[in-house]
C-alpha cells in the first residue's frame, strides 16, 4: 500500500514557526506533483502550496512569503516551512501526492491523515 504521513503540527503563539513534513511510503514508481492543503472547522479544504516533480512551486496569496514548501525526491519527503504564523492558519494540515505505484505504474491521488497546527496566543 501506498500511504503519506504528516507530521510537525502543534501548538504555536502568533509569529512563531512550524515545519510539517511529509513523508511517502510503500513501492513508489514515481511520485508528480505534491502539495499541502488545510481546512478549518466549518470551512472548505484550501489549498496552501504545491511543489511539481521539477521543483516548481504554487502558493495561496494567503501563505505566500511566509510559507516554503520544498521536497526531497530521493527519500520520497515534504516539507512545509511556515514562519510568522496568524491564528487565522489554524487548521488541520493535510498531505497530498500523485504516486505511482511499482505494482500499478498509473498515478493515482492520495492523500494523508492530516497533522493539526494551531495558533494561539
Known amino acids: 500500500q501506498v500511504q503519506l504521513v504528516e507530521s510537525g503540527g502543534g501548538l504555536v503563539q502568533p509569529g512563531g514557526s512550524l515545519r510539517l513534513s511529509c513523508a511517502a511510503s510503500g513501492t513508489i514508481f514515481s511520485i508528480n506533483a505534491m502539495g499541502w492543503y488545510r481546512q478549518a472547522p466549518g470551512k472548505q479544504r484550501e489549498l496552501v502550496a504545491t511543489i511539481t516533480s521539477g521543483g516548481s512551486t504554487n502558493y495561496a496569496d494567503s501563505v505566500k512569503a511566509r510559507f516554503t514548501i520544498s521536497r526531497d525526491n530521493p527519500k520520497n519527503t515534504m516539507t512545509l516551512q511556515m514562519n510568522s504564523l496568524k491564528p487565522e492558519d489554524t487548521a488541520v494540515y493535510y498531505c497530498?501526492?500523485?504516486?505511482?505505484?511499482?505494482?500499478?505504474?498509473?498515478?493515482?491521488?492520495?492523500w494523508g491523515q492530516g497533522t493539526q497546527v494551531t495558533v494561539s496566543s
Open positions: 497530498n501526492a500523485d504516486i505511482a505505484a511499482a505494482w500499478d505504474l498509473r498515478p493515482r491521488n492520495y
